[in-house]
T-cell receptor, first 113, second 115 residues
């Protein structure tokens, strides 16, 4: 059974600085992880993914790091912008077939101007 | 390309009634998943359909059901509504093509309120 934890419910960061959001998972059998961003009254928006064959994936200001031995993911946003203020969800496969993803509870990021 | 669309966006029902929600995936996407989002439980997987077949199901009672049509559009149905079914219901579609196999694209959701 997969569990996904995001232990920080909220995070405040100054504009221009780095935001680091963390995620821990329990079942390392599955090899693909996703990050989503969600604004109020909208569905989650896919942000970035990482496969377990890598330990880092970068897309513009967003970088995801994977530490397989620690079963830990982190999302780095550099530089942070006020428009990044949203709830960020980490997701891991619940099983090895289909699209059963287990989502973490989310971290609310506030980027202060 | 148009995104995932869900109808209706808002719905108010009373206990005991049933409800049907609709989802149109992104054109060309054959996988459609449904999730329930509540403040207490977060985002929870309901089920996934691919080529009109339910491939995967989460831990929800049998009152929750769904189907997928040949054009990949999907519906989910909740019968005998309970107050605890009040939630945001999200539909997500996935291309399931090489290089993007697991990425899911979400619709705006249907906000269901049961009174």
């Amino acid at each position: 059974d997969q569990q996904v934890k995001q232990n920080s419910p909220s995070l405040s960061v100054q504009e221009g600085r780095i935001s680091i959001l963390n995620c821990d998972y329990t079942n390392s059998m599955f090899d693909y992880f996703l990050w989503y961003k969600k604004y109020p009254a909208e569905g989650p928006t896919f942000l970035i993914s990482i496969s377990s064959i890598k330990d880092k994936n970068e897309d513009g200001r967003f970088t995801v790091f994977l530490n397989k031995s620690a079963k830990h993911l982190s999302l780095h946003i550099v530089p942070s912008q006020p428009g990044d203020s949203a709830v960020y969800f980490c997701a891991a496969p619940g099983d090895n077939y289909g699209q059963n993803f287990v989502f973490g509870p989310g971290t609310r990021l506030s980027v202060l101007p | 390309k148009a995104g995932v669309t869900q109808t209706p966006r808002y719905l108010i029902k009373t206990r005991g009634q049933q409800v049907t929600l609709s989802c149109s995936p992104i054109s060309g996407h054959r996988s459609v998943s449904w999730y329930q989002q509540t403040p207490g439980q977060g985002l929870q997987f309901l089920f996934e359909y691919f080529s009109e077949t339910q491939r995967n199901k989460g831990n929800f009672p049998g009152r929750f059901s769904g189907r997928q049509f040949s054009n990949s559009r999907s519906e989910m149905n909740v019968s005998t509504l309970e107050l605890g079914d009040s939630a945001l219901y999200l539909c997500a579609s996935s291309p399931l093509t090489s290089g993007s196999s697991y990425e899911q694209y979400f619709g705006p959701g249907t906000r269901l309120t049961v009174t």
